[in-house]
């Protein structure tokens, strides 16, 4: 028999493994292509000469001495395609292929968080039934160096699949295929507990000194100690905390919570980690655009997120060589037991950094999730509502529905005496009421002392021009704009207001479309530190280092 089996392998046409035509995960079976321009690729011979087919469009190539090849595909309508041939030196068939809008899903636990763990779970995983919504969700993969590709397969959206998706990404999804008649894909790419700078590119980080120290500098320092770190966790530091964990358990004590391993190569939370491993592999493939749910884990280092949210958003659009496309940014909800006087609050500032971002960056926009939180749950559990208001969102600026799609937003303020006057942009607070039909809550004032209180605050027609506007169109406002009058006993000349300015603010604020007005501050002065309470389902798990992996 071995002289039989040496004599055979000789005849084992190895080469063929490599001539033949290879496709990505991203290109597999369900997968939904966006119908302005897509693309297909895979790996064959150097030269070898490939065949796309997809209904009527029919595209050649040839691969290149790197064995790369890729196709365009233009103006495909929205809808079920069929199936799609790739040939080659042999033939594949990619089943079941739609076209419609891709959209990114990505941030931390709140985007990761699944449909099975949201409210109402079992009736909406039942009534989970819409063929033409498709999701891809990228496995946790972290990596010190950018992959070729991301893994994952796509599903469609049933019964079966849904239990297992991100839930904001499904909901937002869901609303946007039953209000625009369109097939929609989502590219669902998010860990919980993991912060911005984990998914911004290494470069980004370099060339800006303020990140360069703060990430770049310090997660190489954190890899050169690794090995020491590692050797004092296993022998010193785990070994203590077994032995407490033990005596607890003795006394019927609580056990210790165990310490976490120091961030070795490969590690979740590690700077750039997850964009090299769940980001860079999917950007070959074009999208429509991106929601995010992310910024718990920032809340620490808030006024760097300032500049590092936009400028990772700047970098993925680089990326993907869709300079414009559309990003939509959920703000933090409300979280931890709420405070009886006015305080700094790091969520809050994110929560800022989040809206000026939307505000400032072109194609960008917010949902408001600051009144559908949970006190004690850092996942709270409505996401049929925050993908909804994603959704308004991206119906109003990415398709041009004429929709209300945010709550109040903060236009000016007007100090007159002892009293201040907010009034917001035009469109945004129609019908300017309170939700539980009470008094307006959750405005503080301060004067030149800077000390906050809570301030006594009305819905009062506004005048139709606003003082100090210099010309006729920055004085309308319409007929007679709706503002909010705000006095505080003890504050005689105001100087700052402050709305939802706090980790849980108590907050009721809405306009005709029910949408919660958007927490503001006129002041520029700086926070106090302090670091937020932390929530131990925040914290990323571990994943060991990480190649390139291969197609399943």
């Known amino acids: 028999m071995r002289k039989s089996l040496l004599f055979l392998l000789p005849l084992v046409p190895l080469t063929a493994v490599y001539a033949d ?81 891709v959209w990114v899903c990505s941030g931390q636990s709140n985007m990761e968080m699944t449909v099975v763990r949201s409210g109402n779970s079992e009736q909406e995983i039942a009534a989970a039934n819409f063929p033409q919504i498709r ?115 003795a006394e019927g004590k609580p056990a210790p919570r165990k ?23 999917a950007t070959k493939y074009p999208i429509k655009g991106a929601i995010w749910y992310q910024g718990e884990s920032n809340a620490g280092d808030a006024e760097r997120y300032h500049r590092l949210l936009p400028a990772m958003i700047t970098s993925w659009r680089k990326a993907w060589n869709q300079p414009d496309f559309p990003f ?102 129609t019908g300017l009421s309170t939700k539980d039909g009470g008094p307006v809550k959750g405005f503080a004032i301060a004067g030149a002392d800077k000390k906050f209180v809570w301030a006594e605050a009305k819905i009062v027609p506004g005048d139709s021009r606003i003082k100090g506007a210099k010309s006729s169109k920055a004085k309308a406002q319409g007929p007679a704009a709706t503002v909010i009058k705000l006095s505080a006993e003890g504050v005689t000349q105001p100087v700052a207001v402050r709305y939802a300015w706090a980790n849980n603010p108590e907050v009721n604020l809405v306009n005709e479309a029910g949408l919660p007005a958007v927490p503001f501050r006129t002041d520029n002065w700086p926070q106090a530190e302090s670091k937020p309470t932390p929530a131990p389902s925040a914290t990323p798990t571990p994943s060991p280092a990480t190649a390139t992996p291969k197609a399943p």
């Open 259 to 281: 310490p976490n391993p120091p961030m070795g190569p490969g590690m979740g939370g590690s700077t750039t980690a997850l964009y090299n491993g769940m980001i860079a592999g």
């Open 21 to 101: 035509v290879t496709l990505p995960p991203l290109i597999s079976d369900n997968m939904l292509l966006q119908s302005s321009k897509a693309a297909v690729w895979g790996k064959a011979d150097p030269g070898e000469a490939v065949t796309v087919k997809l209904g009527a469009t029919v595209l050649k190539t040839t691969a290149g001495q790197d064995g790369n090849w890729r196709v365009m595909l233009e103006g495909l309508k929205p809808g079920i395609a069929g199936d799609m041939t790739v040939s080659g030196k042999n033939n594949l068939t990619v089943k079941n292929v739609a076209v419609g809008d």
């Open 328 to 429: 939509y940014v959920v703000q933090l909800a409300n979280f931890m037991a709420q405070r009886t006087e006015p305080a700094d609050s790091n969520w809050a500032n994110i929560r800022e950094a989040q809206r000026i971002t939307a505000m400032n960056l072109p194609n960008s926009g917010l949902a408001v999730a600051v009144d559908i939180g949970e006190e004690k749950d850092i996942h709270p559990k409505n996401k049929q509502e925050v993908g909804r208001r994603l959704a308004l969102v991206a119906e109003a600026k990415t398709y041009g529905k004429q929709i209300v799609f945010s709550g109040p937003e903060f236009d000016k303020v007007q100090f007159d005496g002892a009293n201040a006057r907010i009034t917001f942009k035009p469109g945004t607070a």
């Open 135 to 249: 999701m891809f969700t990228v496995p946790k993969t972290a990596s010190e160096t950018p992959l070729e590709e991301v893994v994952g397969k796509w599903e469609v959206c049933e019964p079966a699949n849904v239990p297992h998706w991100s839930a904001v990404g499904y909901f937002f999804g869901r609303k946007l295929h039953q209000d625009l008649a369109i097939p929609v894909g989502l590219l669902h790419t998010s860990w919980g507990g993991t912060s911005a700078q984990a998914w911004t590119p290494t470069e980004v980080l370099q060339g800006d000194p303020d990140f360069k120290t703060a990430y770049y500098d310090t997660r190489q320092a954190q890899l050169a100690n690794y090995p020491a770190a590692k050797e004092k966790y296993d022998n010193e530091t785990l070994p203590a905390w077994q032995a407490a964990a033990d005596a607890a358990k």
